[in-house]
């Protein structure tokens, strides 16, 4: 059955409300963007939102008799410009009230405004309102607004809060009065019910009677079987192992052999098919069975299947990549360890020689010479043997550990070419020589023969490689069957990695040419994209913009050259920094800190949790994969237990065993699996951003425009999927990947596996912050840089400012051939290719656009631009734009003090959060689950604590520092910007594990400081 391309906006008005909505269960307000009458606004807030100008008292003379009228009138007027809706008086916090009574010298009147009741002028006066303001009240149209919205948006969105801010935006656009909120929650719960109910049913329409019976099948479990199929649906991949890999390559048999028809999902959005599948993960058999309607349950089901196949895939393809780099590792290691036993031999033919020179220093004839020559060689074991042993010795010398390779890839050859069969694996470019060369290596896999008479291109691999796999012997090209089949495999991983191969039914290593954005949708946008970034749209000028930049910024370095004293030059072109001294503390700060530690209270980190949640509400994003709202008893402090758990790495047992009375381990497991993921912590983490950035005594430390970026290791179980061993951090592992802002507080955390260049990743975290912090500027280590994000940092409109190591290595590029300096020119190398920037600019705009509109991430577009693939033409397009962005910042960063010293001290922020983050994790430094999803999981459950912290050190800081300056001690500005919110010496871990929730703190008032905010 064909459907419309949105079937949601096709359906009937809904039904009146009533009866209809009484299944319906209630979204929690906290959840939504609906305003709160009753929240205690700021001073801030005060005068934005409830400051009266002249017009309006104007207005509340001309409409309103009497200091009391005119009070209730500016209350009816500035709660509904503020609010959007008329609250009752008595729900409007009392601050606002008397804000209003002091600006209208009323003040002895507002305990009666505040309690009045609803009368005759009350509501005069809200048609006053709505007259001056252009509003309408909300009825027959505002409940169409609301239907034909909701709906729309029900074709991607599954939460109700979601669909609720939809609603809400849509109502204050058009200058409609919100209703109440349970009248605004039960209509969209009905649209949203409505809205699945025909997917399920469009979903069911479309299976045939085979499907609907293997569906049901997996709800049974066989006689000798010990779990159902649908639970083994719900199965992560354990350590990387054979039998892992086995079992693997066995569950996408099985998996396939489901139902496996896409049609059944056709014009059903990809986050709906996500989100059925999570609401399908997250229920037990018993649950899928009380669903009476089948169509639900059986579109659940399919969308559960669907999604266990393609992260099969994925991790068959994640393990394929482990297995190749875990290979590699170890020929690296052998390789080591042969150079010890080579030694003799090596030693063995040094005596060899010498022999054989001696013997031709002697006085004889060249038949004689030879004779003696061949008997020496005899003694070694022939002329063949002591050629091998060169061979031996002459690779190992070149660092070459492919020989090394076969022996290795052998052991697990069987199952990584079963695993690259169940796979489909195609091109994404037209260059698909390892795709040919892969084809070869199946065909003649089972070949007894070492040479394979074929021509093959081997040019997508080095030229060491292409030695090893077809070396000359005799003045004849060969190819070995063996060197090739462990090149193709190398370069496969290579490939899929890197983005030119994808796997068709992947999600992870899927074509990322259709998660572009087409031309035709871009279009439109490059105007106004253009604009925002600062950046021409067409390529010619843009490289007349970008050339002219460069040009200006060499010549004031160059003319800067004789008063920078910190700079030199040697006569290879290599620039010299002097170190910058390490700034002086301000005098007194240790005094300073003590007294204000001493002043700030003692507190349980579960008190901390406490009292961030209770200012910032950040557990309403917590809750069932449908989105309803949790059916559990008490669940705020069981979020918070669960957080302190999983956050501190000490576990649901270790915790319940400290708490066994408020929360158990079984209960804080399915409250992480079903309740908690990655989006609603990144989400839990941004409202206590918000709670947080509300406070002036951050801006001291920053004022949140710049962020900082570092990976520290994050220790795992051995043989984790995601895990393994780096030289730099000396151990097994990943890499937890931080965004702090400059005020210290985190903005994104995740983890990437070790050997992976950070700089891949360094973007991704700015553009999935969703916090109110949304810093350009963005500082890293040298780890955090390469010419391709350069490029791509500029068309996002982010600055990119790592930290230099190694400066002497860096290479400047000139602007342009004829360009020559008199200072600093002997810095510049080659020069800009501006044609490639000009002619793929279009390109390039594509990809900024696609990244703006979500569509794909950075760190997908830099595997692909990272992977070195020369004969791509987009990746040297990014290098050649990052190479201009990386000479400018080069140029301005030896030739800026200021800008060296900001950086260094930004730099070293980042560093104090991974100690505090070592600090929190008490409960142990190794992440104890093996699944990937959980270990992303625990590192941003650590960075949720960590702000919840800051958050409450900022809270009991301000009010501290307050007090100080009352009472005459020494607070100044350089005193408290030596400070962060990263102090826990008044913060208990042990102990008793209580958690009062009778006990709450007084609503945040961010205090002013006694002097102004640092800029």
């Known amino acids: 059955m064909a459907l419309p391309p949105n079937p949601l906006v096709e359906l009937a008005p809904p039904r009146a409300l009533g009866a209809a909505f009484s299944g ?39 409409h309103a008799r009497g200091d009391a009228g005119r009070l209730l009138l500016a209350l009816v007027l500035k709660t509904r410009a503020h609010l959007g809706f008329f609250p009752a008086p008595r729900e409007v916090a009392r601050k606002v009230v008397d804000h209003l009574a002091d600006q209208l010298g009323a003040g002895a009147l507002a305990a009666g405004v505040a309690t009045a009741a609803r009368t005759k002028s009350y509501y005069r006066y809200q048609d006053a309102v709505r007259l001056r303001l252009g509003a309408k009240v909300f009825g027959d149209a505002g409940r169409a607004l609301v239907t034909r919205i909701v709906r729309a948006a029900a074709a991607t969105m599954s939460d ?26 039960r209509l969209v719960g009905h649209l949203r019910a409505e809205a699945h109910d025909v997917l399920y049913r469009q979903v069911a329409a479309r299976l045939d009677a085979v499907d609907r019976a293997a569906l049901d099948a997996l709800l049974v479990r066989g006689e000798r079987a010990t779990t159902t199929p649908f639970n083994r649906l719900k199965q992560t991949p354990g350590p990387l192992t054979t039998t892992t890999l086995r079992l693997w390559v066995e569950r996408l048999d099985y998996l396939e052999a489901l139902p496996s028809d896409e049609r059944p999902f056709e014009g059903i959005a990809h986050t709906k098919l996500r989100q059925f599948a999570a609401e399908a993960a997250a229920m037990e058999v018993d649950g899928l069975l009380d669903v009476t309607r089948t169509a639900k349950r059986h579109t ?94 002459t690779a190992y010398h070149q660092d070459n550990d492919l020989p090394l390779l ?47 008479p074929v021509t093959l291109d081997l040019g997508f691999a080095s030229q060491r490689w292409r030695d090893f796999v077809a070396p000359t012997v005799h003045g004849a090209a060969i190819i070995d069957r063996r060197a090739l089949e462990v090149c193709v495999f190398v370069h496969l991983a290579d490939a899929l990695l890197g983005g030119d191969l994808y ?83 301000p005098e007194g700060l240790a005094a300073f800190e003590a007294v204000l530690r001493d002043r700030l209270p003692e507190r349980h980190l579960l008190d901390v949790l406490k009292r961030a949640e209770h200012w910032s509400r950040f557990t309403r994003h917590f809750g069932p994969p449908s989105r309803a709202d949790p059916k559990l008893a008490r669940p705020v402090p069981r979020y918070l237990f669960t957080i302190f758990g999983y956050g501190c790495n000490l576990g649901p047992a270790q915790t319940a065993r400290h708490a066994p009375e408020l929360i158990s381990a079984q209960a804080m497991r399915r409250i992480n699996a079903q309740h908690i993921d990655a989006a609603r912590l990144e989400k839990a983490m941004a409202d206590l951003i918000g709670a947080y950035d509300r406070f002036p005594l951050p801006r001291h430390w920053g004022p949140g425009r710049a962020a900082i970026a570092d990976g520290t290791h994050a220790a795992l179980r051995e043989n984790s999927l995601l895990g393994s061993r780096h030289i730099r951090y000396g151990g097994y592992g990943a890499i937890a990947y931080h965004h702090i802002a400059d005020s210290y507080v985190a903005l994104f955390t995740t983890a990437i596996p070790c050997g992976v260049w950070e700089a891949v990743h360094i973007l991704d975290g700015l553009l999935k912050n969703e916090s109110c912090l949304q810093p ?36 400047f590029h000139r602007p342009d051939r004829a360009a020559r300096y008199r200072h600093v020119d002997a810095l510049f190398g080659a020069e800009i290719d501006w044609a490639l920037i000009a002619t793929h600019w279009r390109d390039m705009l594509q990809v900024g656009l696609s990244i703006q509109a979500g569509s794909v991430m950075p760190s997908m577009l830099m595997r692909k631009l990272g992977s070195f693939n020369r004969q791509n033409r987009l990746y040297r397009a990014f290098r050649e734009l990052g190479r201009v962005e990386r000479t400018l910042f080069l140029l301005r960063y030896l030739g800026d003090v200021e800008l060296r010293r900001s ?113």
């Open 903 to 1015: 950086i260094r001290a930004e730099t070293t922020k980042i560093e104090t959060f991974n100690e505090f983050l070592d600090w929190i994790g008490f409960g142990g430094p190794v992440i104890r689950s093996g699944d990937p999803v959980e270990q992303e999981k625990s590192l941003k459950y650590a960075s949720l604590v960590a702000n919840a912290i800051m958050l409450s050190n900022v809270v009991d800081m301000s009010a501290a520092l307050a007090a100080m300056a009352e009472a005459g001690e020494p607070v100044t500005p350089d005193l408290v910007a030596a400070l962060s919110p990263y102090g826990r010496e008044h913060i208990r871990r042990f102990g008793q594990y209580v958690l009062d929730m009778e006990d709450l703190p007084a609503p945040l008032d961010p205090r002013p400081l006694p002097f102004a905010p640092a800029l």
């Open 24 to 62: 319906h269960p209630m979204t929690a307000i906290e959840r939504t963007a609906y305003p709160c009458a009753g929240r205690r606004p700021d001073r801030a807030e005060l005068r934005a939102h409830y400051d009266l100008v002249e017009a309006e008292h104007a207005f509340l003379r001309r």
């Open 406 to 452: 076969w022996p290795i890839h052998k052991r697990h050859r069987a199952l990584l070419l079963r695993i690259l069969d169940r796979l489909e694996i195609r091109a994404a470019t037209r260059d698909e020589t390892v795709l040919t060369a892969w084809r070869e290596v199946s065909t003649r896999r089972d070949a007894k023969r070492k040479d394979v």
């Open 300 to 393: 659940l089901l399919l969308a559960l299947v669907r999604q266990a196949r393609m992260a099969t895939r994925d991790e068959l393809v994640e393990l394929l990549l482990r297995r190749v780099r875990r290979t590699r590792t170890a020929a690296r290691e052998a390789l080591e360890a042969l150079r010890a036993e080579h030694r003799r031999l090596e030693e063995s033919l040094i005596g060899l020689l010498g022999r054989v020179a001696e013997q031709a220093e002697a006085p004889l004839d060249d038949a004689a010479l030879g004779a003696s020559v061949r008997a020496i060689l005899a003694v070694q074991g022939g002329a063949g043997t002591v050629a091998e042993r060169v061979r031996a010795v």
């Open 776 to 811: 350009d500027t963005l500082h890293a280590d040298t780890q955090g840089q390469s010419a391709p994000v350069f490029g791509l940092s500029r068309l996002l409109a982010i600055r990119l400012m790592p930290r230099m190591r190694g400066l002497g290595d860096a290479v």
């Open 503 to 585: 796997v068709v039914g992947s999600e992870r290593f899927a074509d990322y040419r259709a998660q572009l954005l087409p031309w035709s949708a871009c279009a439109p946008r490059v105007a106004a994209y253009c604009a925002a970034m600062g950046l021409p749209a067409e390529g010619a000028k843009a490289v007349e913009q970008l050339k002219a930049e460069l040009e200006a910024v060499a010549a004031a370095v160059d003319a800067g050259f004789p008063d920078n004293s910190a700079l030199s030059i040697d006569a290879d072109g290599r620039p010299h920094l002097r170190q910058l001294p390490r700034a002086a503390p």
């Open 160 to 185: 109700p809060a979601d669909l609720i801010n939809r609603a809400i935006e849509a109502l204050v656009e058009a200058d409609i009065d919100l209703p109440a909120f349970s009248t605004l929650d």
